[in-house]
């Protein structure tokens, strides 16, 4: 497996990491504990050593699950987890918040459920209106100098955010939703981050299963599956949205691979400094996805996709209009 640099402190880490959210919600009913675990170790088998999680996912099972997973092997991995939101006496999500208390306290929790004594990367979730973004950076910096963290990141945060959070606590990553079906962050993102020498993180590289190539316009998503509630996978956003689908098809073909992996190959290819941590909880996909890191694109099959992804108005939001607001631009 090929490595990458994220940031200016020397964070290596697989080309392709690993998004653990869906072992534990947002895509149906949870799958067999055991089969996740041996899933996970699986993947450290097949050289990936990035791996994504947070507090919120689940809340708490993700965490749980990937430190019993990955305890045996902690040694040749990187463990990202997030902070960031606050949670009822029940554990059920009730908002964002970053203050420093709250910060110590998640840190502390992780750490516990990760069968840790250091996060390797931890992220601020999303972006806290009400705590001043250099008290977050503050309370991280303080958390790195007692050896809990090892490198501070950000997760949808915007350029002022993350000018204003890397002057207290450099900001080793930033992760955020980019792929041939998001491009939003070519705009101002990457820029800031290539001239603050910060990597980039992409979730949903693969547009949630949207750039697999296994999504149609028949497709349904039962209950707990979060692609039934957002805009874009609505019945007509859908299908217009498959267009682009047709035209990367085009490309897949003359190279002998699969949509989902050019889709990936095209990501690995935009800079040196980008990690896409495509989620699966199968084998085969965990396969078929990091074979495209050995998919070499040329120029004219770069042009081609972009040509096709800016043929192509996406339709529908990102999320629903109260997640949507949780999004620092």
């Given at each position: 497996?090929q ?5 200016t ?10 998004g653990c959210?869906?072992?534990?919600q947002?895509?149906g ?11 996970l170790?699986?993947?450290?088998d ?21 430190g019993e ?6 040694d ?9 939101f ?8 009730t ?28 992220y601020?979730?999303?972006v806290?209106?009400d705590?001043?973004i250099?008290?977050?950076?503050g309370?991280?910096?303080e ?36 792929s ?5 962050p070519?705009?101002?993102i ?8 910060i ?16 999504v149609t ?5 039962g ?5 039934a ?11 217009a949205?498959?267009?682009?689908v ?9 190279k ?15 800079q040196p400094w980008?990690?896409p ?10 396969e ?5 890191v ?8 770069l ?7 800016a ?8 999320y ?6 949780m999004?620092?631009?």
């Amino acid at each position: 497996m090929q490595t990458r640099t994220l940031g200016t402190e020397g964070l290596k880490v697989s080309a392709l990491g690993l998004g653990c959210m869906g072992m534990s919600q947002s895509f149906g009913p949870r799958p067999p504990r055991e089969e996740m675990i041996a899933f996970l170790r699986s993947a450290v088998d097949r050289g990936v050593t990035f791996f994504d999680t947070a507090e919120v996912y689940g809340p708490f099972h993700n965490e749980e699950l990937v430190g019993e997973a990955l305890e045996p092997v902690r040694d040749q991995v990187v463990l990202a987890t997030k902070f960031g939101f606050a949670f009822d006496e029940t554990g059920a999500q009730t908002g964002v918040t970053s203050r420093p208390e709250n910060i110590r306290a998640a840190v502390d929790g992780s750490l516990r459920r990760l069968r840790t004594h250091a996060i390797d990367l931890l992220y601020q979730h999303r972006v806290d209106p009400d705590v001043p973004i250099e008290e977050v950076a503050g309370a991280v910096k303080e958390l790195i100098d007692a050896g809990k963290v090892r490198h501070f990141g950000l997760s949808e945060a915007g350029v002022e955010t993350i000018r204003r959070a890397h002057a207290v606590q450099p900001v080793t990553a930033l992760q955020s939703e980019y792929s041939l079906f998001w491009r939003e962050p070519e705009e101002a993102i990457l820029p800031a981050l290539q001239e603050l020498g910060i990597g980039f993180v992409p979730f949903s590289p693969l547009g949630r299963g949207f750039l697999t190539g296994q999504v149609t316009a028949e497709s349904t998503f039962g209950e707990g599956d979060i692609r039934a509630s957002l805009p874009r996978f609505e019945r007509e956003a859908l299908q217009a949205n498959l267009a682009l689908v047709e035209l990367i098809k085009t490309v897949a073909e003359r190279k002998g691979a699969t949509v989902g992996q050019v889709a990936l190959a095209w990501l690995l290819a935009q800079q040196p400094w980008i990690a896409p941590i495509p989620g699966t909880r199968r084998l085969e996909r965990l396969e078929e996805n990091l074979a495209a890191v050995e998919l070499k694109l040329t120029s004219e099959d770069l042009g081609e996709l972009d040509a096709a992804s800016a043929s192509v108005q996406v339709q529908g939001a990102r999320y629903p209009e109260a997640m949507q607001k949780m999004i620092d631009r």
